[in-house]
């Protein structure tokens, strides 16, 4: 819970509503208010001209994994007002242009900051500063391509990005200075197809090759394609995994699960679907849902075997983390320390892809 405690006496009829909000963070948190004269927005707004957008600065909505919740997309959301100064979540540390907005459903809060910097703490949150240089500026280009791709597809939204890894991990700060100079050497850049930045897809760790996107999104994308990738160096290239039946039954609404098998597999190998049996039904589900409703920790990849049953659940063996499409972290950084710089990185993960700055697109 955050107490917001507002120096501004306009602002006063708010205060009996703004006590639980979206985020969790320390007991109390005092935040100035600043007023604001807009009054509703709508949170499906769409530019029809891209010459007005502005990609040199991100929208983020700020979320806590103990309680997510975004708008809903026909939401009509109220702008509130701006948080002065610097917005503390659970220790995270927020800076930047911080608005708060509230609907039916609660209350959210939009950081506002230079592209650069927002690309300098995603590269510290989804990787750290002993990685190779190579690897962190691999990270730079990929995280900027992602972010400028959201930027250009819902430019007038109300956010483009989560800071969650639904999106890319975003927790404020701007890192080292190690990180801090990978993201200057290739500022700007961004990955491109046909002229048009690409939709960056990355991962965690692969199996050996990374997945088609068409298996995971139901998207086909030309510069996505399954390559070879060396994931050795990651601690989840290899995983164990013991299920219960009651995990299963509670993911996916199924009583009494006695049986768990393998249905489908991709073409990469990887498992496509499960047949889930019990006691009311049986039912096929996508490995790819599975994986959220179990949680990702639980089943890390879909690359596994059943390696063995019993009365109570499975025990699986398996590889990898993450959905697999698109670059691996820990393969880029086996070739990075086997020499191998960030373009060509990028070429091998996202082939037939052209380095372009934003600014010139």
Not at 308 to 323: A, C, F, P, R, V
């Amino acid at each position: 819970m955050l107490i917001y405690n507002t120096l501004n006496k306009r602002l006063s009829i708010f205060a009996a509503s703004i006590i639980f909000i979206l985020i969790t963070s320390i007991p109390t948190l005092a935040i100035e208010l600043e007023t604001t004269s807009d009054r509703e927005i709508d949170a499906n707004l769409t530019l029809v001209s891209n010459n007005s957008i502005n990609i040199n600065e991100i929208k983020v909505l700020i979320t806590d994994a103990r309680n997510f919740r975004i708008p809903s997309g026909n939401s009509i959301i109220e702008k509130i007002g701006r948080i002065k100064g610097m917005l503390n979540v659970n220790g995270l540390k927020y800076s930047g242009k911080l608005d708060m907005y509230k609907d039916m459903q609660g209350t959210y809060i939009v950081n506002s900051i230079p592209i650069e910097n927002y690309v300098k703490s995603v590269v510290m949150s989804e990787l750290s500063d002993d990685w190779s240089f190579e690897a962190l500026k691999t990270q730079a280009v990929i995280a900027r391509t992602y972010a400028v791709n959201h930027i250009l597809t819902k430019p007038n939204s109300l956010y483009h990005l989560t800071s969650s890894t639904d999106n890319q991990m975003y927790k404020g700060g701007q890192g080292s200075a190690m990180v801090s100079r990978a993201v200057d050497i290739t500022a700007g850049e961004v990955l491109t197809y046909d002229g048009k930045v690409i939709v960056a897809y990355y991962h965690s760790t692969s199996s050996g090759k990374t997945e088609i996107p068409d298996e995971v999104f139901h998207k086909h994308y030309p510069y996505l394609k399954s390559v070879k990738s060396d994931d050795s160096l990651s601690p989840m290239s290899s995983w164990t995994r013991e299920i219960p039946y009651s995990d299963f039954e509670a993911a996916v609404n199924i009583k009494d699960v006695y049986q768990v098998t393998i249905y489908s597999h991709t073409l990469t190998g990887r498992v496509r679907s499960l047949k889930i049996s019990g006691s009311d039904k049986d039912a096929i589900i996508e490995t790819k849902d599975l994986r959220k409703l179990l949680g990702w920790k639980t089943l890390p990849s879909t690359m596994f075997k059943i390696e063995e049953t019993s009365d109570k659940g499975i025990t699986l063996k398996g590889s990898g983390y993450g959905h697999g499409v698109g670059l691996s972290q820990w393969g880029a950084l086996k070739m990075s320390r086997d020499g191998e710089n960030y373009r060509k990185i990028l070429s091998h993960y996202y082939p037939g892809t052209t380095i372009k700055l934003y600014d010139d697109l």
